[in-house]
Each structure stands twice: as structure tokens, then as C-alpha cells.
């Protein structure tokens, strides 16, 4: 039986949307930090002698991505055995903190690792992404790029964890899943919301300072592009059909008062 820690990130830049929703490719760049805090435990036994998967530690709506991802590790890489799978997280899953990219990226390595496959770091991300596209970033610490490059996607680190220490606040505003979640949430924008191919198009420049200000230590910077990022992404949301409003009504409280603390 093997352990594996994995941490979420948050998306100071986000790609809300997908090119390719098979393979989990993005429709727009995004850049992340990974967050030391928030992390999520996954233990794997694989067995040849098991007759199923048992997947313990998720909410029932959760297990059929794990399900799929177990089938498509099976598929990649010629394995047969069955996996028992215990997952544990120190933070609400699905309810906005990124749950799924630690678990997949957990997953990924602790399925490879109980494997005995010795897999680089690009191809635990590839696996991971499979999952749950912003996995890919988890994968790596710090300071994580994901971008659309030649019909798939590139994930690369920008910065280690140690060039900047950031003090990150997470408010968590409600623990309750979130109603309409991720992927059906960006598919919906994606096909109904007239404000999606702007969001789309904003993002290169959004990434390209959100870069910028991460290798200068500027937080002023790296803040103004991220809330600008975030505020499209969620006026994009907002606007589809039906609309979607992932904000409860102590987001906004948080929300006005950071801007009067700014």
C-alpha cells in the first residue's frame, strides 16, 4: 500500500473552459500557486486477485470521475489489477478550493508509485490531467503555468515555492458542494454566455502580467491582474443560460472588505 500528498492551488490566472473535454485540454491559459495548507491524502493497494475498484473517502457524486480515472490509468499503461483507494482531504471537497486537483494529482502518483512505474513529473501531470485539468498544476509546487499549445496543453513551473513566500488567506465561505459544478459549469458558459470569447481572449495578456509581476515580487501586480482575471471569468459565468453564480452572499461581504482594507 503506498501514501501520497498532494496540495490544491489556486488560479491567480484562470482557463474556465476547455478546448477538448476528453482529453481535458484548456481553452485559455492559466497560472497557479500551489498551497501548502490545503492538501489531500490518497492511499492505493492494487490486487490482482480483487473483482472491483473500492473507492472510500469521497461523496457519492465524486467517485465516478475516480472510477474513469482508475479506468484510464488500467488503459494507459496495460494494467489489470483492481485498486482499493482511501482519500481523505483537511479541506471541504467541491466546494471551490480545488479538492479535485490535489485528489488526482495524489492519485497519480500513488497509482504509478504502487505500480512501480517510474514516471517523470510532465508524465504524472499528463495522467493527473486526465482527472481533473487543473490536477496537471498540483503536480508541481509553487508557481504552475498551464497553457493550450498544438491542439493539447502544456504545464510547466514558473517559480519555485521558495522564490516568493506568499501569505495566502482562504476564506471559505460556505462547505456545502457547490451546485452546479466545474466542468458542467464551463461547458454551460462555453455554449450560452455572449461574454465567453472576450473572457476567452483577455486571457494571454492577463497571464503575460500575472507572470510578470510573479518574477518582479510585485503583489501589487500579480493582484490587480488576478481580480481583473477573476471578475471576467465570473462576469462570463454569470451571463450564460441559466446563469451561474458561484458567489455566496459572505463572498461579497469578503469582497468589500478587502477593497476597504485595499
Known amino acids: 500500500m503506498v501514501w501520497v500528498v498532494a496540495n490544491s492551488n489556486v488560479a491567480l490566472v484562470k482557463y474556465w473552459g476547455k478546448a477538448d473535454e476528453g482529453a481535458k485540454h484548456p481553452a485559455a491559459p492559466s497560472l497557479s500557486v500551489t498551497l501548502d495548507s490545503l492538501s489531500t491524502a490518497a492511499s492505493v493497494e492494487?490486487?490482482?486477485?480483487?473483482?472491483?475498484?473500492?473507492?472510500?473517502?469521497?461523496?457519492?457524486?465524486?467517485?465516478?470521475?475516480?472510477?474513469?480515472?482508475?479506468?484510464?490509468?488500467?488503459?494507459?499503461?496495460?494494467?489489470?489489477?483492481?485498486?482499493?483507494?482511501?482519500?481523505?482531504?483537511?479541506?471541504?471537497?467541491?466546494?471551490?478550493?480545488?479538492?479535485?486537483?490535489?485528489?488526482?494529482?495524489?492519485?497519480?502518483?500513488?497509482?504509478?508509485?504502487?505500480a512501480g512505474l517510474e514516471l517523470e513529473d510532465r508524465q504524472l501531470a499528463d495522467l493527473a490531467r486526465t482527472g481533473s485539468g487543473s490536477a496537471c498544476r498540483s503536480v508541481y509546487g509553487g508557481f504552475v503555468e498551464w497553457r493550450p499549445e498544438g491542439g493539447g496543453s502544456v504545464v510547466e513551473p514558473v517559480a519555485a515555492k521558495d522564490y516568493w513566500r506568499l501569505r495566502i488567506l482562504v476564506a471559505v465561505t460556505s462547505e456545502r458542494p457547490k451546485a452546479v459544478g466545474s466542468s458542467?459549469?464551463?461547458?454551460?458558459?462555453?455554449?450560452?454566455?455572449?461574454?465567453?470569447?472576450?473572457?476567452?481572449?483577455?486571457?494571454?495578456?492577463?497571464?503575460?502580467?500575472?507572470?510578470?509581476?510573479?518574477?518582479?515580487?510585485?503583489?501589487?501586480?500579480?493582484?490587480?491582474?488576478?481580480?481583473?482575471?477573476?471578475?471576467?471569468?465570473?462576469?462570463?459565468?454569470?451571463?450564460?443560460?441559466?446563469?451561474?453564480?458561484?458567489?455566496?452572499?459572505?463572498?461579497?461581504?469578503?469582497?468589500?472588505?478587502?477593497?476597504?482594507?485595499?
Open 46 to 114: 492494487l490486487s490482482d486477485d480483487s473483482k472491483e475498484d473500492r473507492i472510500d473517502g469521497l461523496p457519492l457524486p465524486a467517485t465516478g470521475k475516480v472510477q474513469a480515472f482508475l479506468n484510464e490509468f488500467r488503459s494507459r499503461y496495460g494494467i489489470r489489477a483492481h485498486a482499493q483507494l482511501r482519500l481523505a482531504s483537511n479541506f471541504p471537497v467541491a466546494a471551490g478550493l480545488a479538492s479535485s486537483a490535489s485528489t488526482f494529482a495524489a492519485l497519480a502518483k500513488a497509482l504509478a508509485t504502487e
Open 184 to 262: 458542467t459549469g464551463m461547458r454551460r458558459t462555453a455554449e450560452t454566455s455572449p461574454y465567453y470569447r472576450s473572457w476567452i481572449e483577455s486571457g494571454a495578456a492577463d497571464l503575460s502580467e500575472v507572470r510578470a509581476g510573479i518574477r518582479a515580487r510585485s503583489l501589487s501586480r500579480v493582484g490587480a491582474a488576478a481580480e481583473r482575471n477573476c471578475m471576467r471569468m465570473h462576469a462570463a459565468a454569470i451571463a450564460a443560460i441559466p446563469s451561474l453564480l458561484y458567489w455566496e452572499p459572505a463572498t461579497l461581504a469578503v469582497m468589500r472588505r478587502v477593497w476597504e482594507l485595499r
